[in-house]
C-alpha cells in the first residue's frame, strides 16, 4: 500500500496539509538559512532583529516525511513518503506590525516529484515517483502573533487552504532569522497516531520542517 501526502503550510495565507488523526503533536524550530542549510549560529544571520513592517515573500523550501507503519497477524510493513520542494512564482508581502501578521496578494505553485518507499518485512519491495503540481492563488489574509525573546514568535490559528477546501488551523512556532534586508521564518512540526484495525496496528507519523523568506520593502 503507499500513501501520498501533498503538504503546504499557510502561514498568514501561505498553505499546508498536516497529516490527520494528531494524537501526539509536538511543535519545535530548527534553525535554517535562507539557502536552506541547517544554521549552526555562525551562518552570517543574527538572531536579534525586528519583524515590523512590510515584508515581500521571496519563497518557502520545505521537507517532509510520513511513515505508515502495520504490524500484527504474522505481517509487517512501511510506507514511506518524502518530499523536498522550494516554491515557485511566488508574490505578495506580508506586514507584521507588532501583533498581527497581515498577507496580501501572496500566491506560489509548487513543481516537484513525490518519492514513496514500500518495504515488507524490514526489505524495499518497491519505490514510486509521481509528480506534485500545486498552485496557491492570490489570498489576502491575516492572523495575530505574540513574540517570544527577540527570535521566536507564535502564530495564533488562521485558514488552511488546501486541494481538498478550507479548514481552520491550530497555532504553530517559528523561529525568526535576520541576513541583512531578508528574514526568515523557520517551523519543525510532527504529529503521529495509532489505531487497531482488525487487529493489525497502524502507526501514522508525519514531519515537515521548512523556511519561509521575506525580503523587506
Known sequence: MSLKFTPFILLCSFVFILASCGKEKSVDTLGVTPGGTNGNGNDGGSSNGSEIGTWKFIDLKAKNTSIIEMSGLGMSSKTETLNDYTTENNAGTCE?????????????????????????????????????????????????????????????????????????????????????????????????????IQGVMQRTSYSLYLVYTFQKQ
Open 96 to 196: 507584521f506590525d507588532g501583533s498581527t501578521m497581515t498577507g496580501t496578494g501572496l500566491e506560489f505553485t509548487v513543481n516537484t516529484m513525490t518519492k514513496t518507499y514500500i518495504y515488507n518485512g524490514g526489505a524495499l519491495e518497491d519505490s514510486i515517483e509521481l509528480p506534485m503540481n500545486y498552485i496557491a492563488p492570490p489570498t489576502n489574509s491575516s492572523s495575530t502573533y505574540k513574540k517570544f525573546g527577540t527570535d521566536s514568535i507564535y502564530v495564533n490559528g488562521g485558514t488552511l487552504q488546501t486541494p481538498n477546501g478550507t479548514q481552520q488551523s491550530n497555532g504553530t512556532g517559528f523561529k525568526l532569522r535576520w541576513y541583512g534586508d531578508k528574514m526568515t521564518l523557520t517551523g519543525r512540526f510532527s504529529q503521529s497516531s495509532s489505531q487497531l
